[in-house]
């Protein structure tokens, strides 16, 4: 399965854009990009994913590499409920159609007011 | 309104005995997961299901049991055979036809302490 890379951790300002960084050297061509974030003792939500082009949502953007190994997922105005785990996750069907999601340990954002 | 709820939120459990997690959606997905979360970790897949009275093993299902008798509901059954079942369990689901975006939707979770 391909793997995706992140910091451990990052720290930012209220108010102020956040830019998180996933590196997936590996990517194959069928393989999604997907961000979910996690707030502490919740399930994981969605966030954002593409595939090629750049996508933006009502959440965040992200920025996606030309050769597709590496995405950045932006958030424009960070605020401290945007502290939380954010994982990078590559997303690709098997032959029956499901997916089998690989969530590593993500990247803890804290926002500071 | 649509979501998935997972029962109950806190459970403790004697060694030794086998203890069932409940998970329902009214999403009507036809997907449905169950993911296992340790401190400071990630999720790591335990089983899933793509339709009713299928299910696949995930990465971790060695001491776990699942069902899926109807499309809402997916248990799961942590056994005394799970060496170290205390951890945060997370169940969720995703569509796979129509208007598939690929998103899983995940409910609140259930937090599992062997005593």
């Known amino acids: 399965d391909a793997k995706t890379t992140q910091p451990n951790s990052m720290e930012s300002n209220e108010e102020e854009p956040v830019h998180l960084p996933c590196n997936h050297s590996t990517i194959s061509g069928t393989d999604y990009i997907h961000w979910y974030r996690q707030l502490p003792s919740q399930g994981p939500e969605y966030v954002i994913h593409?595939?090629?082009s750049n996508v933006n949502n009502r959440m965040a953007s992200l920025a996606i590499a030309e050769d597709r190994k590496s995405s950045t997922l932006i958030l424009h105005r960070a605020t401290l409920r945007d502290a939380a785990v954010y994982y990078c996750?590559?997303?690709?069907?098997?032959?029956?159609?499901?997916?089998?999601?690989?969530f590593g340990q993500g990247t803890r954002l804290t926002i500071n007011p | 309104d649509g979501g998935i709820t997972q029962s109950p939120k806190y459970l403790f459990r004697k060694e030794g005995q086998n203890v069932t997690l409940s998970c329902e959606q009214n999403?009507?997905?036809?997907?449905m997961y169950w993911y296992r979360q340790d401190p400071g970790q990630g999720l790591r897949l335990i089983y899933y299901s793509q339709i009713v009275n299928d299910f696949q093993k995930g990465d971790i299902a060695e001491g776990y049991s699942v069902s899926r008798e109807k499309k809402e509901s997916f248990p799961l059954t942590v056994t005394s055979a799970q060496k170290n079942p205390t951890a945060f369990y997370l169940c969720?689901?995703?569509?796979?036809?129509?208007?598939?975006?690929?998103?899983?939707?995940f409910g609140e979770g259930s937090r599992l302490t062997v005593l």
């Open positions: 593409g595939l090629t």
């Open positions: 999403l009507n997905h036809d997907a």
């Open positions: 969720a689901s995703s569509k796979l036809a129509g208007g598939y975006t690929g998103e899983l939707f």
């Open positions: 996750i590559l997303r690709h069907l098997s032959i029956q159609g499901a997916q089998k999601l690989v």
